[in-house]
């Protein structure tokens, strides 16, 4: 294991967006979501309601022409969630392309559904501006109720899920003066986290790290917010109509629409690079091997090399793949603008140690897919403090299965598909990653239904 930096500048982390190779098809483009699943953007539109897709070469095209998404969108498992006019909600299959959900919620004059979120339980969160209402809808049975209304809610817009904190965070689009809220999953209780002059602010997103984001039509820029709220916002990137911001965990960016310029873009944040080599003994097919930082997990080609923006900062830095040892490189840290080489050399368990028993190793899941649980195995060579926790798509814990001290061996945990609120969670992917006193590793799982 090897680890050098290299002190060059390069062009990928310059903080500019990147347009895509056609935008006259984007009419009033507002929202971008990530379909992980398909390795596309899928955009709504204000001006005639269609839902477009983007692929990893930036060509746009058509996906549901008359899907009716004119604001904020969510996907939750194999269906997207997006708001129409007329106060509706709408749901499409993503692979049948079908309608799945056609719901309408109260309507009146400048009455206006909004922002989409998603909890792990199968509910999601829309904002109202206009009657200061966030309501929850239940997926299962399309039953929706108002979630929280008024108590300091003043137009509420952007909406971002914090199933770790026990909150919704939701900022104001409110002229002149704005107010960023949480509003507690427990029991609906408002508190104001920051206010601030933002006039009539929209959207807002978090990155890996912690730091909140903020965009909207009126806003003279993006502008970043400190993990605490402790600090003034800070506008980093200036330009005008920039509605939602979607943060990209795969390469620390964000994803914006120029509403008026029928136009979308990338914005590198602050970044350092990794860059790297994998050797493995005896040879493998090493794109199966998994580099996991922050949340991130990047998989090499197949001779070994990997590169990856990732946010600045100290992180461990892991590369781990079944049946080989697990190489861990602790408090490394990323500086913008500087690229840091790595070389991981992963040794089989058969091959270290003269056959040592009972290597560190997490194993596969099985069975995988499952439905409704799963069994989950680990290897400690030495007696440790073991955290076992599963995390979604989004990188938010969804549950905690083991946080103790546990002997050498082998051992098992059965997850039952279930969040840390005993609710059963959508079908999709998973991320299960323990955390022992030297071990680190992350692995991937799908939940079919």
């Not at 967006?17 to 006259?24: D, K, L, N, R, Y």
């Not at 709504?44 to 269609?50: D, P, R, T, V």
């Not at 914090?162 to 909150?167: H, K, M």
């Not at 330009?239 to 979308?264: C, E, K, Q």
Request: charged share 20%.
């Amino acid at each position: 294991m090897k680890t050098q930096r290299w002190f060059i500048f390069l062009l990928v982390i310059v903080v500019i967006p990147i347009f895509t190779h056609a935008q006259t098809q984007l009419s009033l483009p507002q929202k971008i979501v990530i379909d992980y699943e398909q390795d596309r953007l899928l955009v709504s539109n204000f001006g005639n309601g269609a839902l477009l897709q983007i692929d990893a070469n930036g060509i746009i095209e058509d996906f549901i022409s008359d899907a009716g998404f004119v604001d904020g969108m969510d996907i939750v498992g194999d269906v997207i969630y997006g708001v129409g006019d007329n106060c509706k909600l709408y749901g499409y299959n993503l692979d049948t392309e079908q309608l799945v959900v056609d719901v309408s919620f109260p309507t009146g004059a400048g009455v206006y559904l909004s922002s989409v979120t998603s909890d792990e339980a199968g509910h999601l969160f829309i904002s109202c501006p206009a009657l200061h209402t966030i309501y929850k809808f239940r997926i299962s049975d399309e039953s929706y109720w108002i979630f929280a209304q008024g108590n300091g809610l003043n137009r509420p817009n952007g909406i971002l899920l914090e199933s770790e904190n026990d909150r919704i965070v939701i900022i104001d689009d409110s002229p002149g003066t704005s107010i960023i809220h949480a509003i507690s999953l427990s029991d609906s209780t408002v508190t104001d986290l920051m206010t601030n002059n933002f006039d009539r602010p929209d959207g807002i997103v978090r990155d890996v790290v912690g730091t909140y984001y903020v965009g909207g039509y009126y806003l003279p820029g993006l502008y970043r917010i400190d993990e605490d709220f402790s600090q003034p916002p800070e506008m980093f990137f200036a330009g005008s109509y920039m509605v939602y911001p979607t943060y990209d965990p795969r390469d620390h960016s964000l994803l914006i629409t120029y509403f008026n310029a029928n136009d979308w873009g990338r914005i590198m944040l602050p970044s350092g690079v990794m860059v790297g080599t994998v050797v493995a003994n005896p040879p493998t097919n090493l794109e199966e091997v998994e580099i996991n930082v922050c949340t991130m997990i990047i998989n090499p080609d197949n001779t070994g090399l990997f590169t990856n923006n990732v946010p600045v900062g100290t992180f461990d830095v892991t590369a781990s793949l079944e049946g080989y040892e697990t190489v861990i490189i602790e408090d490394l840290e990323f500086i913008e603008d500087q690229a840091t080489l790595l070389t991981f050399e992963l040794n089989s368990v058969t091959s270290v140690d003269n056959l040592v028993v009972n290597p560190n190793a997490l194993n596969q899941n099985s069975p995988n897919p499952f439905n409704p649980e799963t069994n989950i195995s680990f290897d400690l060579r030495d007696d440790a403090k073991v955290v076992l926790e599963i995390y979604n798509l989004k990188g938010r814990k969804v549950k905690q299965l083991v946080n103790s001290s546990i002997s050498s061996g082998h051992h098992s945990v059965v997850w039952n598909g279930k969040d840390d609120n005993n609710k059963t969670v959508s079908s999709g992917i998973y991320f299960y990653k323990i955390e022992a006193t030297d071990f680190q590793a992350t692995k991937k799982m799908l939940l079919l239904k």
